[in-house]
């Protein structure tokens, strides 16, 4: 079940699907699955006009209007788990009611779930509304005209108020929800030592990987071909021991007591970061990815545990292979945790106490002022590609105990409230982010290792159904 279906489930309601015999323009267009991320408005009473972005672009204040179904990335929409309708195409912007006033023409805006972001769905009586509000999505019944306001007004029950939600295919025609996804090309970074899949039949015909795949992505990927499994960074330990396409990775850092050590690009293995379910998470050794970073507005994949210092903020490991995509949004990408600080607070690096070297470069004393400034400057993430605490990898300077190179990491700073949690209703799922994440915190690591999750053995772990 994907986000938006728990979201409406809550609230006694349910998503509609294209009506079989209908044969006009957006049904033609949706998809009846019942279970995609992506989904159309139209009125009730005109199934030929679409809730629509004027010339698809998103920025503050573009409003709202209706217009004749066409497909394009500019009709498409997310109703996500916080209430918030996402515009498809870039899904930093949300619908926003502004001042809520009768006649308000609806606008994009930055997502920041005020009030007036806030929605629900009645499928009884088909009605949008604001939340805890008596304001519903109006339209001008009976004018057939592109370009008209998609506007609210006092709920009345009358039929100019009832609205359709289609399924519908994904922007830009998969994945990514209309953004970019990285990597795009999916043998780039190839470390060569592991199989690779020309085709859709290739892969489905390799019971191993296919199973794999399924497992993970949610079935056998029917585009991205070439597809190199030694590009990726993560396997999941768990389903690749259970499908017999790894077993017994190498522990690089010797049982967490020592530093690591740098391995040969391919090798499968564990202990990357004390921060580990070392029990589920599994890596692929890629020096190719070694420094790169997500581009803005890009889908990439991320590996994180639940970790009490996670305060404000969510720190994420890129993990090309984990199935469990973050979009990058707004983004600013620096070597190391000093350079940010050099930047954006104009000041020095203040490590915490259990930080020992001569020059700091832990900064854990100036998150908070670093979460507040990216804030103010529209950021999603913050992105270090060059920073040395982790026990795997080439040896670099560090003033933390472990000082080899970390895989690329990733601040997302739009959930705040989800910072020590395994799950947040930002992620997506499947192959390129095509669909939903079923991220389920029941799931815990069952790891008994000391040195793991910070002495606890249930640690949350991010997953999109991956175990």
């Excluded at 997506?428 to 389920?440: L, R």
Aim: one cysteine or more; charged letters at 15%; proline letters at 4%.
């Amino acid at each position: 079940m994907v986000a938006q279906d728990l979201f409406l489930e809550r609230h006694g309601s349910a998503m509609q699907s294209a009506i079989p015999n209908d044969t006009n323009l957006t049904s033609q267009l949706a998809i009846a699955s019942g279970d995609s991320w992506w989904k159309t408005f139209t009125p009730d009473g005109n199934h030929n006009l679409c809730l629509d972005v004027p010339g698809g672009n998103a920025f503050n204040g573009n409003p709202l209007w209706l217009w004749e179904c066409n497909g394009q990335d500019s009709q498409i929409w997310v109703f996500d788990s916080n209430n918030q309708i996402r515009f498809g195409a870039d899904e930093n912007f949300c619908v926003d009611a502004g001042d809520m006033s009768n006649g308000f023409q609806l606008m994009l805006w930055d997502c920041n779930y005020q009030d007036q972001q806030t929605w629900g769905y009645d499928s009884a009586e088909l009605k949008i509304y604001v939340l805890n509000t008596g304001t519903c999505v109006d339209w001008y019944d009976g004018d057939t005209d592109n370009g008209q306001a998609f506007h609210i007004w006092e709920c009345n029950g009358l039929s100019n108020q009832r609205w359709d939600l289609w399924d519908s295919g994904a922007p830009g025609g998969g994945g990514g929800g209309g953004a970019n996804f990285f990597p795009s090309d999916h043998c780039m970074y190839d470390t060569g030592t592991w199989p690779s899949f020309n085709s859709q039949s290739d892969l489905q015909n390799d019971q191993y990987w296919s199973a794999y795949f399924t497992r993970i992505y949610g079935g056998v990927p029917s585009s991205g071909y070439p597809i190199c499994p030694g590009a990726f960074q993560m396997l999941w330990q768990i389903a690749a021991d259970t499908t017999g396409v790894a077993s017994a990775p190498v522990d690089c850092a010797g049982g967490m007591t020592g530093k690591g050590q740098e391995l040969g690009d391919g090798t499968y293995y564990t202990g990357q970061s004390f921060l580990e379910a070392r029990d589920v998470y599994g890596f692929i050794y890629n020096s190719n990815l070694m420094g790169v970073s997500v581009p803005a507005h890009t889908w990439g994949e991320v590996t994180h545990t639940a970790f009490p210092g996670d305060v404000g903020a969510i720190w994420y490991y890129m993990a090309v292979g984990s199935g469990v995509w973050i979009n990058a949004g707004s983004t600013a990408v620096y070597e190391d945790h000093p350079d940010a600080m050099s930047d954006m607070l104009k000041s020095s690096c203040h490590d915490q106490s259990q930080d020992h070297g001569s020059t700091p470069t832990e900064c854990e004393n100036d998150f908070p002022n670093l979460y507040k400034e990216a804030r103010s400057r529209s950021l999603n993430t913050i992105q270090f590609t060059g920073h040395h605490d982790c026990t795997c990898g080439p040896e670099g300077t560090s003033s933390y105990m472990y000082k080899r190179l970390c895989q690329t990491e990733i601040i997302f700073l739009d959930d705040p409230k989800a910072a020590k949690n395994g799950c947040t209703s930002f992620f997506k799922g499947g192959w390129e982010a095509s669909s939903g994440c079923n991220c389920d915190e029941s799931f815990k690591s069952r790891t008994k290792d000391p040195n793991t999750c910070l002495n606890s053995a249930d640690c949350s772990y991010s997953n999109c159904g991956a175990f």
